[in-house]
């Protein structure tokens, strides 16, 4: 079974003009943004997170465990990005900050590796409209951005994914059921 949706549909590769509106929206200039991808479409740029969306990042094998989940289990993905072994997940503005403290919350925090969750005041470097033929190291979107207003999970969807991702994981690893206490996740 594969870790990440077939629906070519919800797996654009490249950002659509529309898709890149929507980016540039986040800027406080996003002409400077659309005339620098205009001139170099394969360079990445660092966005400020908190209007246009928010980003959680996650290492790369409970990050595909997680779109896994919300592709088969939930209501799907927004835009979806790799970068530096890490897999960036964007969500409603306000669900990074709101997802740390549900996690904390309903003590499921230990279970799960450490989430990096960007949201006002913070910045995300986002990959490039047309990546080159990059390492694997470099930044490249599994779901690019393709509409002028990106359906996005809010953070109860996040994490119920998040929850059913670390259980799939405890199970693997032998455990019958995620506790609070932590757990060990291959690396």
């Given amino acids: 079974m594969s870790e990440w949706p077939r629906d070519s549909h919800h797996a654009a590769a490249y950002v659509t003009p529309a898709g890149a509106d929507w980016l540039a929206s986040a800027s406080a200039c996003p002409r400077s943004v659309h005339t620098l ?17 928010d980003v959680v990042s996650m290492d790369a094998l409970f990050g595909r465990r997680v779109v896994s989940r919300l592709w088969t289990d939930g209501p799907g993905t927004g835009p979806v990005a790799t970068q530096r072994g890490r897999v960036m997940l964007f969500a409603v503005p306000g669900a990074a900050r709101r997802l740390a403290a549900l996690l904390g919350w309903e003590e499921w925090a230990a279970s799960a590796p450490p989430l990096l969750c960007y949201s006002w005041g913070d910045a995300v470097t986002v990959p490039p409209p047309y990546p080159e033929e990059t390492p694997a190291t470099e930044g490249r979107w599994l779901v690019a951005p393709d509409v002028r207003h990106p359906w996005l999970p809010g953070p109860e969807a996040l994490l119920w994914a998040c929850v059913r991702a670390a259980r799939a994981a405890s199970q693997l690893l032998g455990r019958t059921a995620v506790t609070s206490t932590p757990a060990v996740f291959p690396g």
């Fill in 37 to 53: 991808w205009a001139q170099r479409p394969t360079v990445p740029v660092t966005l400020p997170c908190g209007t246009a969306f």
